[in-house]
């Protein structure tokens, strides 16, 4: 039988990414829009659909949803663009093309990333979204995730770490991937439940767990994974003798740590039912990926 989440992401995916897509040709066509429109292509639109579906578990419309699904690709896209800046990761290749600064240059890309992070901001204070509370707590909370206190004090961790004397033990990987990985993940998953008003708990639960999850899945892909399906170079935190999850609880140990995580973020879920299988079969993609 053929599993229908795949088809389910790609479809959420796909409006989502239009969405966005049309938000970018709104501001008319100029060289950093093209840059931006190539760096939201492609990818699996994960955190949109973690924000279309708690939305949905909390009866909020889908035409209000669509918004901060589209902000968060944003936002994500941006930190992917400057992540693989010279200075960063140095990477050449992004979802099996070149990366922002390959196809232009560094100060494009720069730009570019900076625009998107502007745009995300804007999409989740559309007036479509609902109450200028709800926005605002949307805009304060997306603040929050991504700036000092969240993605970017994880990544600035992961760029100190290559230069310490001390590698990371596991409780200073995980505080550094609980920020760069795991929270927008927690904040797409949570975002349902922001606009209801309704409890954060359950999501924040299993934010946590399946962004963590989703980290432990990377370093495997990084140790496993096939470049050409990845879409991006692999085995740099191997060479680079860099510490990680497979590093630290070696292969089977990072497979089953993600597993436990799964279980318990699916677990965190009963409240909702049977209405919240469709989060559980995303954590669930999230180890079991191959890209």
């Keep these: 039988m053929t599993d229908p989440f795949p088809v389910a992401l790609a479809e959420a995916a796909r409006l989502t990414q239009a969405a ?5 040709a709104e501001m008319g066509h100029l060289p950093i829009t093209e840059a931006m429109d190539y760096a939201v292509t492609g990818g699996k639109g994960l955190r949109g659909y973690l924000v279309r579906e708690s939305a949905r578990l909390h009866d909020i419309a889908p035409s209000a949803a669509i918004w901060p699904a589209a902000a968060i690709e944003a936002l994500h896209a941006y930190s992917l663009v400057h992540d693989d800046l010279p200075c960063m990761d140095d990477d050449d290749l992004r979802r099996g093309q070149p990366t922002v600064h390959r196809k232009w240059d560094e100060a494009t890309a720069v ?33 929050r995730a991504s700036g000092a206190l969240g993605m970017v004090r994880g990544q600035a961790l992961d760029m100190a770490a290559e230069t310490a004397s001390v590698p990371l033990d596991l409780a200073a990987i995980t505080e550094l991937q ?6 927008l993940i927690t904040w797409s ?22 962004g963590l999850a989703f980290q432990i899945a990377d370093d495997v892909l990084d140790v496993e994974g096939d470049s050409a399906i990845v879409g991006k170079a692999v085995g740099k935190d191997q060479n680079a003798g860099k510490a990680t999850f497979v590093s630290l609880l070696g292969l089977e140990g990072a497979k089953s ?9 699916c677990d965190a879920l009963a409240p909702y039912g049977q209405q919240a299988e469709s989060l559980k079969q995303a954590a669930r993609f999230v180890i079991a990926r191959k890209n």
């Design 178 to 183: 609980a920020g760069k990985t795991g929270a």
């Design 257 to 265: 740590r993600a597993n436990a995580l799964i279980e318990s973020g």
């Design 20 to 24: 966005l897509r049309t938000a970018i």
């Design 189 to 210: 998953a949570t975002v349902g439940a922001r606009m209801a008003g309704a409890d954060l708990g359950p999501l924040t639960i299993y934010g946590d767990a399946i």
């Design 111 to 143: 730009l570019a990333g900076d625009a998107l992070q502007a745009l995300a901001f804007e999409l989740v204070t559309r007036p479509d979204v609902g109450a200028a509370t709800v926005r605002a707590e949307l805009a304060l909370t997306l603040a």
